[in-house]
């Protein structure tokens, strides 16, 4: 009798929760931005927000809590309520290097959050001052290992995606650069051009110009695939530096507990939108390709990210502020 009590139950129990999964949205959905407003995390949700208000129709808000790396807004939606009508669109900072770059962290990246899908990612360009006298990473690397500590790359501040793809190349490629950090990507790409600072490691899109002024020469894509906004240049993959891969990625995360039905539809939403010829375009125009994959997909994306850059922020001997 006990026996059949819980399994009556759990049967309720789970076709209650169905229930929820097939009503939802009732309500406004809000993605809580670790950025203000304009920057590409922006972007990204104010470009999927609208698409799964007009399929779902029910309003989707962008609220912006920038700081702290990403922390403030991460530690808001770890707190909220698991219903699914708070999400987060999370970035590598926010849930990657924030483990290692921190002391403490007001949350847990992977116990605090149900992954949704891998939205998009961002590759960088590995940019040289034409003085440079490398026409591909292959010749960078021999230059700098005959030079150990002469040649320099800028940054847009410790601990920025700028910074670590340098550091993950001198890693990997097993050279000896000197990092120049900056606060900001533009002060880091004016001293590069003028040659003050010999490489950068910078987004396709606000280095283009430069590039197309030829004022510096781009020499690969630190993602795993080519990027559509600069096909003809190699990854650092294909560029000869086994293992490389520095993208910056954007997902959209819930609470933990967020019912497994909701997570599901929110993930075949998203993928469709992301999967869909206009996404495409719209998001290639901003240098960022989309992914768009499974719940579990992109949670041991998130633990694959946390330990490739904890190990390479403890060769750089950077500190946890």
Known sequence: MRTTSILLIATALAASGTAVAQSYPTKHIRIVVVSTPGGSVDTLARTVGPKLAERWGQQVLVDNRPGAGGAIAAEIVAKSQPDGYTLIMGTV???????SLRKSLPYDPV???SPISLVATQNLMLLIHPSVPAKSVRELTAIAKKQPGVLSFASA???????????????LAGVDLLHVPYKGVQPALIDVVSGQVSMTFASIISSMPQVKNNRLRPLAVTGGQRSPAAKELPTM????????????WYGLLA???TPADIVTKLNTEVVAILKSPEMNDRLSKEGADPVGNTSAEFARHIQ?????????????????N
């Open 93 to 99: 900072a926010s849930f990657a290097t924030n483990v």
């Open 111 to 113: 116990k605090d959050f």
């Open 255 to 257: 609470p933990a507990g």
């Open 237 to 248: 993959i294909e560029a000869g530096v086994k293992g490389y891969e520095s993208a910056t």
């Open 304 to 320: 694959a990210e946390i330990e490739k850059w904890r190990k390479v922020i403890k060769a750089a001997g950077i500190q946890p």
């Open 157 to 171: 501040g410790n601990g920025t995606g700028g910074h670590l793809s340098g550091e993950l190349y001198k890693m």
